[in-house]
């Protein structure tokens, strides 16, 4: 099986899902791992509307999160040679792999709105949030920043800037906070209106149509936005679907419970950029590592000709920031639907500020112990098995193939 002494393993990616992973292969001392990424630095992308309101530079060195045993590449990969179990870079190098988990994560989506490419600035990468900040900076204090999408980054970042005195429009195109109980959603209104914040939602507040200084809505109403910042839905990579694998429509690569992919035994997926049976799970941090873990534990149960166990995992809540002294933490139960009990205001931001503090911690403390993280390995998943029981999404077939 192995061209060299050590089994090499090769991660595609280094947000929460690549780095758990990289971390947890190393507990085995006949693996190499490598892990290879666009930065060289750990993007802490749950405060990118930190680094966007100045409060956090929203980046972590990855010697702080990643194991001494991981060799980082930066690099970015432009396709996957499968058949030869081959990485071709954009460098116009090539690495070799045995086993490959891909992890390649998530970004801004095309919004396909007329204007929005040239004049919005989107917010889910770490360069979105670079080139978003001196843009804010060169407006006015007084100007009106327009924020189109009214799910957590969009709640967060109006509420950060809000904050500081920045006049903010909160664009819905529909609901507020979509995944939020009714009761926590009005918790969220109150917040938002206190800090002053223009709420803009139900039906014509979809956006149409973004110029320099305006965005237009379905209803015809023209709302004034000296800068527009669009969070409005996320897509992933396409180095799957370029690569020839199978993919779900949105390009997330194709995979069993186990995270294999339907293609091929020796490729595995976690995080944003994976789809599990077709059913894939809320793109988030709280989902990325637990999968992270899990396609690291399938390699491992490979190495050792062990059947991998399958995917079980639990949500827990979604928790959002609404400025530096509030936030909400709103529960969900084990199928990821939210629930009345929420926790906000200051208790709320205290709870939301640990979350993002013991994430790296989880990554770090895996990086020192590897196998010690085991939230994946919780009970939680009877939902998800119900859901490919009652054959709403067809699972797909084991990958066969060895090559």
Not at 17 to 34: C, H, I, W, Y
């Amino acid at each position: 099986m192995n061209r060299n002494a050590n089994t090499e393993v090769v991660v595609i990616g280094g947000g929460y899902a690549g780095v758990m992973a990289a971390n947890r292969l190393t507990r085995r001392d006949d693996v190499t791992v490598t892990l290879v990424n666009p930065r060289a630095d750990f993007v802490h992308r749950v405060r990118l509307h930190q680094l966007v309101g100045g409060s956090d530079a929203s980046v972590i060195a990855y010697r702080d999160v990643l194991a001494e045993g991981v060799a980082l590449v930066v690099d970015t990969v432009e396709r996957i040679d499968a058949d030869d179990r081959g990485l071709a870079l954009t460098s116009g190098a090539r690495l070799a792999y045995d086993y490959l988990v891909y992890a390649v994560g998530s970004g801004s989506a095309d919004p396909g709105v007329p204007g929005a490419a040239e004049f919005a600035y989107p917010i889910a990468t770490l360069e979105d949030a670079q080139r978003l900040r001196p843009a804010l900076e060169a407006a006015p204090q007084t100007a009106v920043v327009t924020v189109v999408g009214a799910g957590p980054t969009g709640i967060e970042t109006a509420a950060e800037l809000a904050e500081q005195g920045r006049t903010v429009t909160l664009v819905c195109g529909g609901v507020l906070g979509p995944y939020l109980h009714a009761r926590g959603r009005r918790s969220v209104a109150a917040r938002l209106a206190r800090l002053g914040v223009s709420i803009v939602d139900g039906p014509g507040s979809k956006v149409t149509a973004v110029t320099r200084d305006a965005v237009r809505l379905a209803d015809g109403r023209e709302l004034p936005a000296a800068v527009t910042i669009w969070t409005a839905g996320f897509a992933v990579p396409d180095l799957a679907v370029r690569s020839g694998l199978t993919t779900d429509p949105l390009g997330r690569l194709l995979t069993d419970e186990t995270l294999t992919s339907v293609d091929d035994v020796r490729i595995v997926a976690a995080g944003d950029s994976a789809a599990p049976s077709g059913l894939p799970l809320r793109m988030s941090c709280q989902a990325a590592m637990p999968l992270g873990a899990r396609a690291a534990d399938t390699v491992l149960s490979r190495i050792a000709d062990e059947a991998p166990a399958t995917l079980n995992r639990p949500f827990a809540a979604q928790c959002i920031s609404l400025g530096r002294t509030a936030g909400i933490f709103q529960f969900a139960d084990r199928a990821d639907v939210a629930v009345w009990f929420t926790i906000g205001g200051r208790p709320g931001a205290k709870l939301k500020e640990l979350v993002c503090k013991v994430i790296p911690k989880h990554l770090a403390d895996e990086a020192a112990k590897p196998g010690s993280y085991g939230l994946h390995q919780k009970s939680g998943g009877a939902a998800r098995l119900r859901q490919l029981e009652a054959g709403r999404h067809q699972a797909p077939a084991p990958a066969d193939r060895v090559a």
